[in-house]
């Protein structure tokens, strides 16, 4: 994998980072959410992966989908662990819209 070099200086050191994908959250807004998540993971980092509702029960089996937050139903939950987040990425939108109640909380 390439990385870009400003992602790059970025995860130098170990750092707590939220990653988010659109409402309504389809197959691929799971799976690149979770891949990135364990690619971090791997890497020293500590991530949580958000969505703004919750995803179909069809991909409950994927690693680390149990330990999605979803803020519909936890939205104080979201507000505190988002608080320590110091790294934001957006995964799977074409309009930030659809980061829903989350972007205006
Ligand atoms: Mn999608």
């Not at 890497?43 to 409950?60: I, K, M, N, Q």
């Not at 680390?64 to 979803?70: L, R, T």
């Amino acid at each position: 994998m390439v990385i870009p070099p400003a992602l790059k200086d970025l995860l130098a050191s170990p750092k707590n980072v939220a990653i988010f994908s659109h409402r309504n959250p389809d197959g691929d807004a799971i799976g690149s959410s979770l891949a990135m998540r364990h690619f971090l993971d791997q890497l020293g980092h500590t991530s949580h992966v958000f969505f703004p509702s919750d995803y179909p029960e069809e991909f409950e089996f994927l690693p680390g989908a149990e330990d999605i937050q979803i803020w519909d139903i936890h939205p104080e939950e979201c507000k505190d662990m988002l608080r320590k987040k110091s790294v934001f990425i957006f995964l799977d939108f074409n309009s930030l819209s659809r980061i829903d109640k989350m972007g205006i909380s």
